[in-house]
């Protein structure tokens, strides 16, 4: 059992930064495949980035390509969303989640929510124009 908490999220001007954080509990974080999707208001969860268990991958929309950037600290157990030049249209709820790594063999789209079992229960990012 994993249990994410996100923060971080607020109020910030179009342009501006915001770093997200997700805490997860118990001792075997390393080995989680951990994602970043977000949600607007009446619209579907969708995919922002992920990064793989040790690190070294990262994948991103292409929205969100050189503006957004994943990174993680295995030693204290979270991961990190550095968001930059913020945009209007980057705002919704933030959702962190996590997938077993099954290694190089595990098959699977790291862009659909199915595809991890454990979600966080958001954070709000709003940015004004």
Known sequence: QVQLVESGGGLVQAGGSLRLSCA????TFSSYIMGWFRQAPGLEREFVGVISSS????????????????????AKNTVYL?????KPEDTAVYH??????????DSYDYT??????????????????
């Open 24 to 27: 997860a509990s118990g001792r």
């Open 55 to 74: 690190g070294v991958y990262t994948y991103y929309t292409d929205s969100v390509k050189g503006r957004l950037t994943i990174s993680r600290d295995n």
């Open 82 to 86: 550095q968001m930059n030049s913020l």
């Open 96 to 105: 962190c989640a996590a997938r077993f790594s099954y290694g190089i063999s």
């Open 112 to 129: 659909r929510t199915m595809s991890y079992k454990y979600w966080g229960q958001g954070t709000q990012v709003t940015v004004s124009s």
